[in-house]
């Protein structure tokens, strides 16, 4: 969060300004192999529609794990990428993922130049070794922001909160969400406990 609090004094705005011109919730709901998690819940608990939705795009677990994020609002580019000068907008306080860009994933052993064909810094055969040990602690900084979000819950990690997003599902948009959706999702899940 302190590179969010960056960002914000960068643009010399409020951190509600802020939240609501740049940024929208993301829901990623990840396969879970049971409800042993203050994140995860039971597919019963989705709403029908966005099941059937899950399991066209091969969602195949009992167990949805809801993993909620803060993302920047998308458009054909970075909403941060300058056209005209070709360059990144708060490049003096860019966040760690775009560093790392295109070596950052939440999954091991990924073909870059097939995920980002757009890139040509994804044509590099293998990252360094200075991506991957930021991409470890990256990894390692997202678990400690799970675990914080499922202890003390979304609205008491994040004091400004978009207040509509997008679910997400193998890296694509599969439907929208408000937050006082995924709050009731987040509830629904901590009752299972």
Not at 15 to 41: C, D, E, K
């Amino acid at each position: 969060m302190n590179a969010e609090l960056s960002q914000v004094k960068f643009f010399k705005l409020s951190p509600g300004q802020f939240t609501s011109i740049y940024t929208r919730l993301m829901v990623q709901l990840v396969p879970f192999t049971s409800g042993n998690h203050p994140l995860a819940l039971h597919s019963s608990m989705i709403p029908q529609e966005l099941w059937k939705k899950l399991q066209a795009a091969g969602f195949d677990k009992e167990y949805v794990m809801v993993l909620p994020m803060i993302g920047f609002k998308k458009q054909e580019y970075c909403v941060f990428f300058n056209p005209e000068t070709f360059g990144c907008n708060m490049h003096a306080v860019k966040p760690l993922q775009c560093s790392l860009f295109p070596f950052a994933s939440a999954q091991d052993n990924v073909d870059y130049s097939k995920a980002y064909d757009f890139c040509e810094l994804a044509t590099i055969t293998s990252p360094t070794k200075y991506t991957t040990a930021q991409q470890q602690l990256q990894r390692s900084a997202m678990k400690k922001y799970f675990d914080e979000v499922a202890e003390k819950g979304l609205n008491n990690v994040w004091h400004v909160l978009p207040q509509e997003g997008d679910v997400v599902f193998n890296n694509k948009k599969i439907a929208e969400i408000t937050l006082a959706q995924l709050n009731e999702w987040l509830t629904w899940a901590g009752e299972g406990k």
